[in-house]
């Protein structure tokens, strides 16, 4: 399904799944366009633990029990001009569940 964050860019995993996302994983994927070979920091707040991976190479890992905030973490990755695959796994063990994700280049 395709899901959005909100209005602070915050994905709400907790919301989309309810009770029956305690003790649980969530995947969230998207393709990233580049246009150009380039170097980017990815600013990520997860609630709880969290790994993200780019182009299947995994570039961030937490497994704190922690609230999310924007801009928690960073990741620097390299993306290569055209689309690249963004892969984000989120670990909960009971609500909030979510993700903050920011790219900047």
Do not use: C, M, W
């Not at 009770?19 to 393709?31: E, F, I, K, Q, W």
């Amino acid at each position: 399904r395709t899901i959005r964050p909100d209005t602070n860019g915050y994905v709400d995993l907790a919301a989309f799944h309810g009770d029956a996302g305690n003790n649980s994983v969530s995947y969230l994927y998207r393709a990233i366009e580049s246009p150009e070979d380039q170097e980017a920091t990815i600013l990520v707040g997860n609630d709880d633990g969290a790994k993200l991976f780019v182009n299947g190479e995994e570039v961030f890992k937490s497994t704190a029990t922690q609230a999310a905030a924007p801009g928690q973490s960073t990741a620097k990755v390299k993306l290569k001009k055209g689309p690249n695959a963004v892969l984000a796994k989120i670990a909960n063990g009971n609500n909030p569940h979510g993700l903050y994700f920011t790219i900047l280049s």
